[in-house]
């Protein structure tokens, strides 16, 4: 049984244009939620976080977005760049245990030049 | 610094053959992590450890799954007798609980497994 669901396996954008990539979750338990991204043959690395207290996270040309009512979240990459092409993998957890992520199938973003 | 340290990075091998996937993690993280990644899965938890202690083994699949971690800076997992299901990337993550405690891991860059 999926908690944290990625319902887009794949995404294409073009270069300089927005990438939003969508994550729910099952469990309203979740407080904290995490975005990584992984290239091919490397591991998957930490992203951007948020808590439950906030809607919103800002860093850089990341941001993510919590709608904690639809148990919703989503990350927005503006502009995309051709180096953000990656698997980007939406995770959750309990604030009391972050040492137990629950991650999402992920999303293969690709951004074309 | 090194990062999380994983070997075999690929590993063939015949059904019903024992396999042991091997993780250094980070040098001062009490932290360790088992995960798999499937297509239809994402990333799945199989099991972590805090301080050598195994904390949470749910997400083992089954008993031909096993992990140990002898000490702060080795960890194995070990599937005995491997069948071709097995067959998937596993990674292994450390993390800290000391700071700010984003959650954040720090993951290696894993085993690929291929059962034959």
């Known amino acids: 049984d999926q908690q944290v669901k990625q319902n887009s396996p794949s995404l294409s954008v073009q270069e300089g244009r927005i990438s939003i990539l969508n994550c729910d979750y099952t469990?309203?338990?979740?407080?904290?939620f995490l975005w990584y991204k992984k290239y091919p043959a490397e591991g998957p690395t930490f992203l951007i976080s948020i808590s439950s207290i906030k809607d919103k996270n800002e860093d850089g040309r990341f941001t993510v977005f919590l709608n904690k009512s639809a148990k919703h979240l989503s990350l927005h990459i503006v502009p995309s760049q051709p180096g953000d092409s990656a698997v980007y993998f939406c995770a959750a957890c309990l604030s009391g245990n972050t040492g137990k992520l629950i991650f999402g199938q992920g999303t293969t973003l690709q951004v074309k030049p | 610094d090194a990062g999380v340290i994983q070997s075999p990075r690929h590993e063939v091998t015949e059904m019903g053959q024992e396999v042991t996937l091997r993780c250094k993690p980070i040098s001062g993280h009490d932290y360790l992590f088992w995960y798999r990644q499937t297509m239809m899965r994402g990333l799945e938890l199989l099991i972590y450890?805090?301080?050598?202690?195994?904390?949470?083994d749910s997400g083992m699949p089954e008993d031909r799954f096993s992990a140990k971690m002898p000490n702060a800076s080795f960890s194995t997992l070990k599937i005995q007798p491997s069948e071709p299901r097995d067959s998937a990337v596993y990674f292994c993550?450390?993390?800290?609980?000391?700071?700010?405690?984003?959650?954040?891991?720090?993951f290696g860059e894993g085993s690929r497994l291929t059962v034959l």
């Open positions: 469990n309203s338990m979740f407080d904290y």
């Open positions: 993550a450390s993390s800290t609980n000391s700071g700010s405690n984003t959650g954040e891991l720090f």
């Open positions: 450890f805090n301080n050598n202690v195994p904390i949470d």
